[in-house]
């Protein structure tokens, strides 16, 4: 059974830093492709960040700059690094996992609020 969880999320003020984690199990972590989206209410779901296999990484242009994502196979886990948050940046954070398969987490709420 393949589950992915996310964890990490919070209330913070504008400018401040969270790290959500995402930790999986049931599939072979070091070879999936692992993906950061969100969905902020009355929003379409939006990629945020993704990591390959080898390292390679891409960002959404709202979030280039502020967040890092990176991953680590010995623990089946992959983060995102996020600083300078601002309120735009509120919503459900969820990860995925994609090979032949797609899986989706069931969210973490980060709201950024003063």
């Known amino acids: 059974q393949v589950q992915l969880v996310e964890s990490g999320g919070g209330l913070v003020q504008p400018g401040g830093s969270l790290r959500l984690s995402c930790a999986a199990s049931g599939i072979i972590f070091s070879a999936y492709v692992m993906g950061w989206y969100r969905q902020a209410p009355g929003k379409e779901r939006e990629l945020v960040a993704v990591?390959?296999?080898?390292?390679?990484?891409n960002y959404a242009d709202s979030v280039k700059g502020r967040f890092t994502i990176s991953r680590d196979n010995a623990k089946n886990t992959v983060y995102l690094q996020m600083n300078s948050l601002k309120p735009e940046d509120t919503a459900v954070y969820l990860c995925?996992?994609?090979?032949?398969?797609?899986?989706w987490g069931q969210g973490t709420q980060v709201t950024v609020s003063s």
């Open positions: 990591i390959t296999s080898g390292g390679s990484t």
């Open positions: 995925n996992a994609r090979l032949a398969n797609l899986y």
